[in-house]
């Protein structure tokens, strides 16, 4: 399975975002920016390919997955306000535990 390459919804949120900003101050021609909108739709529709593979597998299919397994089908697209859920949710079952003192 291929490595995450790190890149995330928020960057694709960014990159466009940048774009328009670069589009208006006249840093960036149409043609550039048209490029890249193009390729933010690319990588949005591959998104959502993921997501529509993962939601098709069965449920003992899925229950069975780690989180690394899910993360490598999913690809590369991991959105950091998912991922800042699941920490708190870690954060949340830690603090319901027992503290355990001298390890």
């Known amino acids: 399975m291929s490595t995450n ?39 949005i529709s591959v998104a959502k390919v993921q997501v529509e593979f993962i939601k098709s597998l069965p449920k003992h ?19 950091r306000d998912a991922e800042l859920d699941i920490t708190l949710h870690e954060v949340e079952e830690n603090r319901r535990k027992p503290y355990q003192l001298g390890q």
């Open 5 to 43: 390459t790190g890149i995330t919804l928020v960057d694709v949120r960014r990159e466009a975002m940048d774009t328009i900003k670069n589009l208006k101050a006249g840093q960036i021609d149409l043609k550039t920016a048209a490029e890249i909108k193009n390729l933010c739709n690319t990588i």
């Open 61 to 79: 299919v899925k229950d069975q997955m780690s989180v690394n397994e899910a993360k490598a089908i999913a690809g590369t697209l991991v959105d």
